[in-house]
């Protein structure tokens, strides 16, 4: 398996939402901006991305994908689109 380097075409993986589920403790319920990203992340699973920038210093990246789109998430999120 290649590192996800700048150009690379990568998918979220398959446990992204119950991994962020996981993130939010369940005394504190989801706020608005996280049910916002849950369905981001659910709009785009399964869908190809290319990878538009890694920030130096942090294990971050920007996506971006054809339907315009672009996030930002933890590069342990991702995996290559043709694995």
Known sequence: MEPIV????????EDVLQRHSRSVPAHC???TQQFAWRDTIRSLAGKVGKVSRIFENSNYANVDYPNGKCIGI???ELVDAFD
Request: hydrophobic fraction near 35%.
């Open 29 to 31: 319920g989801y706020t």
């Open 6 to 13: 700048v150009g690379s075409a990568v998918k979220l993986r």
């Open 74 to 76: 933890n590069l342990s």
